[in-house]
């Protein structure tokens, strides 16, 4: 076991993490470039919850230590930064949304944001949700086999788009836009030098023209509700421009675009993949399909779904539960120290990048049995109530946890139980879908399924 490369600056330390071993100058990154969820699950299984890694001259921690994460994201949270390398990546499609701004810019934006999701305002989202599953599911044909991940890229889309800006959007370019943008984050993110954005590789080009797409978007509808106005409006875009902080400042429509661009992409793109990972397990599991399927049936015979009737699915909703357990769309989260800490008896300085990531906790047998087992009857006993508290945190923990954690839950659980209702899902794969981790967890490959309508 090596003892970890050095944490610069570190000085009275009682020790420092253990850590793998790396190449002079580069360190640890061609290992994590080539298999980022392999590295970090290699970190725990051999070195332990706290482990030291250095990329290519930034040093770093693996975290997955209950206490420590606690520690980092929520009793000592104010020694820690979002502004990670990572996520200086996404400061040209983020701006300052919530995601990446900090200290009292993020305090007012969240503070603005906030009653566009309070329990009062769901409810005006659902028949849309509902609207939007069933109309989809009726296009579909009885035998139709296609790749779930699009069609449900498709699918939350227009979704986001009606509870969003209560419009219909063409999709046009958008998911293409999203495609390029995350490729270009992860070869920026793995590769050991930053280059500029002014080199004309087509690379840089295709992400900077997909910003180009998706800001073109947002600044239209902002311009046009401007123009139409929004009082009585019940869509998030309409919340947010009413919004007001107490001294009766709304956003600009710089906090506007920022925020719309990352509650459209962060949304869209995590409903997505929470319902192509389940399309991937259900078609594998096709008697837990069947037992969503006479849940809903029960609940709501012959009516759309209600969000009363959300939490009488507690099967639906263990599905999805279990799915992002499986597959968390964050599958890792960052933190930068900007002061010295303390975790585990290792004396930290400023200046760290910490990685948390849910894919290792999710996955850890001390917290699961059969942790790599779908199983969403764990959701359902008394097994639950054992789990530490961040032993689950699909929408990560502490004052920064996921503004639309409870918006995405609804959304998640009825989508896919207006889906299961109505028909069965097979997949029809011939290897395993290997997770491809970028700024989220992607199905590599798609996920290739059969749909049998139920009669």
């Given at each position: 076991?090596?003892?970890?490369?050095?944490?610069?600056?570190?000085?009275?330390?009682?020790?420092?993490?253990?850590?793998?071993?790396?190449?002079?100058?580069?360190?640890?990154?061609?290992?994590?470039?080539?298999?980022?969820?392999?590295?970090?699950?290699?970190?725990?299984?051999?070195?332990?919850?706290?482990?030291?890694?250095?990329?290519?001259?930034?040093?770093?921690?693996?975290?997955?230590?209950?206490?420590?994460?606690?520690?980092?994201?929520?009793?000592?949270?104010?020694?820690?930064?979002?502004?990670?390398?990572?996520?200086?990546?996404?400061?040209?499609?983020?701006?300052?949304?919530?995601?990446?701004?900090?200290?009292?810019?993020?305090?007012?934006?969240?503070?603005?944001?906030?009653?566009?999701?309070?329990?009062?305002?769901?409810?005006?989202?659902?028949?849309?949700?509902?609207?939007?599953?069933?109309?989809?599911?009726?296009?579909?044909?009885?035998?139709?086999?296609?790749?779930?991940?699009?069609?449900?890229?498709?699918?939350?889309?227009?979704?986001?788009?009606?509870?969003?800006?209560?419009?219909?959007?063409?999709?046009?370019?958008?998911?293409?836009?999203?495609?390029?943008?995350?490729?270009?984050?992860?070869?920026?993110?793995?590769?050991?030098?930053?280059?500029?954005?002014?080199l004309p590789l087509p690379g840089h080009l295709r992400y900077l023209r997909g910003i180009r797409k998706i800001e073109g978007l947002i600044r239209g509808l902002i311009d046009t509700r401007r123009l139409s106005g929004f009082d009585g409006r019940r869509d998030v875009l309409s919340r947010l421009m009413a919004a007001?902080?107490?001294?009766?400042?709304?956003?600009?429509?710089?906090?506007?675009?920022?925020?719309?661009?990352?509650?459209?992409?962060?949304?869209?793109?995590?409903?997505?993949?929470?319902?192509?990972?389940?399309?991937?397990?259900?078609?594998?599991?096709?008697?837990?399909?069947?037992?969503?399927?006479?849940?809903?049936?029960?609940?709501?015979?012959?009516?759309?779904?209600?969000?009363?009737?959300?939490?009488?699915?507690?099967?639906?909703?263990?599905?999805?539960?279990?799915?992002?357990?499986?597959?968390?769309?964050?599958?890792?989260?960052?933190?930068?120290?900007?002061?010295?800490?303390?975790?585990?008896?290792?004396?930290?300085?400023?200046?760290?990048?910490?990685?948390?990531?849910?894919?290792?906790?999710?996955?850890?047998?001390?917290?699961?049995?059969?942790?790599?087992?779908?199983?969403?009857?764990?959701?359902?006993?008394?097994?639950?109530?054992?789990?530490?508290?961040?032993?689950?945190?699909?929408?990560?923990?502490?004052?920064?946890?996921?503004?639309?954690?409870?918006?995405?839950?609804?959304?998640?659980?009825?989508?896919?139980?207006?889906?299961?209702?109505?028909?069965?899902?097979?997949?029809?794969?011939?290897?395993?879908?290997?997770?491809?981790?970028?700024?989220?967890?992607?199905?590599?490959?798609?996920?290739?399924?059969?749909?049998?309508?139920?009669?």
């Amino acid at each position: 076991m090596s003892s970890g490369p050095a944490i610069a600056g570190a000085k009275g330390a009682l020790k420092r993490p253990p850590g793998p071993s790396g190449l002079p100058i580069l360190g640890n990154i061609l290992d994590f470039g080539r298999d980022q969820l392999g590295f970090f699950t290699r970190c725990q299984h051999e070195f332990g919850d706290i482990v030291a890694a250095n990329f290519a001259g930034w040093p770093a921690l693996a975290v997955t230590d209950m206490a420590a994460v606690e520690t980092i994201l929520v009793s000592e949270h104010q020694c820690f930064t979002k502004n990670t390398f990572v996520w200086r990546q996404t400061k040209a499609l983020f701006g300052d949304g919530l995601l990446t701004s900090e200290g009292e810019a993020w305090r007012r934006q969240r503070k603005l944001a906030a009653p566009a999701f309070a329990g009062a305002q769901l409810t005006s989202y659902v028949p849309s949700i509902v609207r939007i599953a069933e109309a989809t599911v009726a296009c579909w044909q009885d035998g139709d086999t296609f790749d779930a991940h699009p069609r449900m890229m498709a699918l939350s889309f227009d979704v986001a788009a009606r509870t969003l800006f209560d419009a219909d959007i063409e999709n046009a370019g958008i998911d293409r836009a999203l495609e390029d943008i995350l490729r270009e984050m992860e070869s920026r993110i793995t590769r050991p030098v930053l280059l500029p954005d002014w080199l004309p590789l087509p690379g840089h080009l295709r992400y900077l023209r997909g910003i180009r797409k998706i800001e073109g978007l947002i600044r239209g509808l902002i311009d046009t509700r401007r123009l139409s106005g929004f009082d009585g409006r019940r869509d998030v875009l309409s919340r947010l421009m009413a919004a007001r902080n107490t001294d009766d400042r709304g956003m600009s429509d710089d906090r506007l675009r920022d925020e719309v661009i990352t509650l459209l992409l962060a949304g869209h793109e995590t409903t997505a993949l929470v319902l192509s990972w389940a399309f991937y397990l259900l078609g594998q599991h096709p008697s837990v399909a069947d037992r969503v399927a006479d849940e809903v049936r029960a609940v709501a015979p012959n009516r759309p779904l209600e969000l009363a009737d959300v939490e009488l699915l507690s099967l639906t909703e263990a599905v999805v539960t279990e799915t992002m357990r499986l597959f968390p769309p964050a599958w890792v989260i960052g933190r930068e120290s900007v002061q010295p800490f303390r975790i585990g008896g290792y004396d930290i300085p400023a200046g760290v990048t910490i990685f948390i990531s849910p894919w290792v906790i999710h996955r850890d047998p001390r917290h699961y049995d059969h942790p790599e087992d779908f199983l969403p009857d764990r959701w359902l006993d008394h097994r639950r109530h054992r789990l530490p508290r961040f032993a689950y945190m699909p929408f990560g923990g502490g004052p920064r946890i996921c503004i639309g954690q409870r918006f995405a839950m609804i959304e998640a659980v009825l989508l896919l139980a207006t889906i299961l209702r109505q028909v069965h899902i097979d997949w029809i794969g011939n290897c395993p879908i290997v997770p491809q981790p970028t700024i989220t967890l992607r199905p590599r490959g798609g996920v290739p399924v059969r749909i049998t309508k139920r009669r």
